[in-house]
């Protein structure tokens, strides 16, 4: 047997996720806590308008506002078109430059499953001579960075690291439904953490403005902070879920190694 969740169900799940009461939700949305328990007992379906506008006001990710159309029998608001399509040339060019423009520092961009979508010749660099296996379209970026093959034994603080890119995560399946992700996030956290002499332990502090990446290439200790950058106001599931890294060299040593590898 079948069993379809309604709108209100949905609705309901968000606003507890978001820890919010009835009549909060109802103030945000300028509406009352009757209709919204109405709306979420299933004594009264919102239109259109007004399931957009809980879900703006819940901050539900594009791709569940779908959902929240779907379940409440409307279309689809937003669209879902493939990175290669023509009418996603511009974006492609403008990611290409900001990547390009940011180099020699590392920088990349992944979708909502981490899979690299573009990146430039500073992530080229940090992953040379990492084996194939892991380097065969897609790219995972949280694969590659934990894998006992890939990064992780070149990263000296990589438990504290791994721990920060484990709670970006957990918070992100938190906040949206994704069974990908949860699979993704499975597969990487069941990975040994092998600890080196040296290598920096989870609570020691660190002398920087933000948890550092700390990592070696051809003999040198590179450090990073990392900043991550998201569209505003997407119209489009694909974009809403493109996400804009880059690494920052934290110390005078690490810009002055990478500019002298520049051509």
Same mark, same amino acid.
């Given at each position: 047997?079948?069993?379809?969740?309604?709108?209100?169900?949905?609705?309901?799940?968000w606003r507890q996720r978001r820890g919010i009461s009835q009549l909060e939700l109802a103030g945000r949305a300028?509406?009352?806590?009757?209709?919204?328990?109405?709306?979420?007992?299933?004594?009264?379906?919102?239109?259109?308008?007004?399931?957009?506008?809980?879900? /703006?006001?819940? /901050?539900v990710p594009v791709r569940e506002r779908n959902s929240l159309l779907l379940a409440a029998g409307y279309a689809?608001?937003?669209?879902?078109?493939?990175?290669?399509?023509?009418?996603?040339?511009?974006?492609?060019?403008?990611?290409?430059?900001?990547?390009?423009?940011?180099?020699?520092?590392?920088?990349?961009?992944?979708?909502?499953?981490?899979?690299?979508?573009?990146?430039?010749?500073?992530?080229?660099?940090?992953?040379?001579?990492? *084996?194939?296996?892991?380097?065969? *379209?897609?790219?995972?970026?949280?694969?590659?960075?934990?894998?006992?093959?890939?990064?992780?034994?070149?990263?000296?603080?990589?438990?504290?690291?791994?721990?920060?890119?484990?709670?970006?995560?957990?918070?992100?399946?938190?906040? +949206?439904?994704?069974? *990908?992700?949860? +699979?993704?996030? /499975?597969?990487?956290?069941?990975?040994?953490?092998?600890?080196?002499?040296? /290598?920096?332990?989870?609570?020691?502090?660190?002398?920087?403005?933000?948890? *550092?990446?700390?990592?070696?290439?051809?003999g040198h200790l590179l450090s990073f902070v990392s900043s991550i950058a998201t569209f505003n106001t997407p119209?489009?599931?694909?974009?809403?879920?493109?996400?804009?890294?880059?690494?920052?060299?934290?110390?005078?040593?690490?810009?002055?190694?990478?500019?002298?590898?520049?051509?």
């Amino acid at each position: 047997m079948t069993t379809t969740t309604s709108v209100g169900d949905l609705l309901r799940t968000w606003r507890q996720r978001r820890g919010i009461s009835q009549l909060e939700l109802a103030g945000r949305a300028d509406s009352s806590s009757r209709h919204i328990s109405f709306i979420e007992t299933g004594r009264s379906r919102p239109s259109e308008e007004m399931v957009l506008r809980l879900a /703006d006001r819940l /901050d539900v990710p594009v791709r569940e506002r779908n959902s929240l159309l779907l379940a409440a029998g409307y279309a689809p608001h937003y669209a879902q078109t493939p990175l290669d399509d023509p009418s996603m040339g511009t974006l492609r060019e403008g990611l290409e430059r900001l990547l390009t423009g940011y180099e020699p520092y590392p920088a990349l961009v992944v979708d909502a499953t981490y899979n690299v979508v573009a990146a430039n010749r500073g992530i080229a660099m940090l992953l040379d001579g990492l *084996p194939e296996h892991l380097l065969t *379209p897609p790219l995972n970026a949280m694969r590659i960075t934990l894998h006992p093959e890939g990064l992780a034994p070149r990263i000296r603080n990589l438990k504290q690291w791994r721990g920060h890119l484990l709670a970006q995560m957990e918070r992100q399946i938190a906040l +949206a439904r994704s069974a *990908p992700l949860r +699979a993704l996030y /499975d597969e990487v956290a069941a990975h040994p953490v092998a600890g080196r002499p040296g /290598d920096a332990e989870p609570d020691e502090p660190v002398p920087y403005i933000a948890l *550092p990446l700390l990592i070696e290439h051809d003999g040198h200790l590179l450090s990073f902070v990392s900043s991550i950058a998201t569209f505003n106001t997407p119209m489009d599931v694909t974009v809403a879920e493109l996400a804009i890294e880059t690494f920052l060299p934290a110390d005078p040593a690490t810009v002055k190694y990478l500019r002298s590898l520049s051509p």
